[in-house]
């Protein structure tokens, strides 16, 4: 929990600054009782707050991933000082979800494949219209300072 609540912190700016601090505070100061629930949900709830405050410009994503380092320590160190039932309940629904994420990501590939050469074709036909449609030339246009037999456009 400690670690989550450093690397919150650490990435943490403004008015996340605070949330951040306070768990990591509270991580620190309740360190060995790690079966007190009340401290757990508070520090959890506070690397929570602290995670939806993330601003880091790193690289595109880098909040996202620094939210699920955070919040995954937390999950997981409530995950250990459980009870056995509720450990064979959170397998059950990580299973669950594991097994909605399979079934989502093959659907995915099954559209894109199935759908691929339509998409192609349809592609093609535009890029084919966008051809046909243009001169075989750039026009040139005449370099007169007066703009005699230029164009004007109206917008």
């Known amino acids: 929990m400690i670690i989550g609540a ?45 995670c939806l405050r ?13 939210a699920i380092i955070a919040s995954g320590l937390v999950m997981w160190s409530g995950y250990r000082v459980s ?24 659907m995915a590939v099954y559209e894109a494949l199935a759908f691929s050469s339509s998409l192609e074709k349809a592609v093609g036909a535009t890029t084919d219209g966008c051809h046909r449609s243009s001169p075989a030339r750039p026009r040139q246009l005449p370099s007169s300072s007066r703009g005699e037999g230029s164009v004007s456009r109206r917008r």
Not at 6 to 34: C, N, P, Q, Y
Not at 54 to 66: C, H, N, Y
Not at 85 to 97: C, D, L, N, S, Y
Request: net charge positive; proline share 1%.
């Open 6 to 50: 450093a690397i919150a912190t650490a990435a943490s700016v403004g008015f996340g600054l605070i949330f951040a601090g306070a768990a990591l505070l509270m991580a620190v100061l309740v360190g060995r009782d790690l079966r007190n629930r009340v401290y757990g949900t508070c520090v959890g709830a506070f690397i929570g707050m602290a």
């Open 54 to 66: 993330l601003d880091v410009d790193w690289f595109l994503g880098a909040p996202a991933v620094l």
């Open 83 to 106: 009870r056995r039932r509720t450990r064979r309940v959170i397998r059950w629904a990580v299973a669950v979800v594991a097994l909605v994420m399979v079934v989502g990501v093959g």
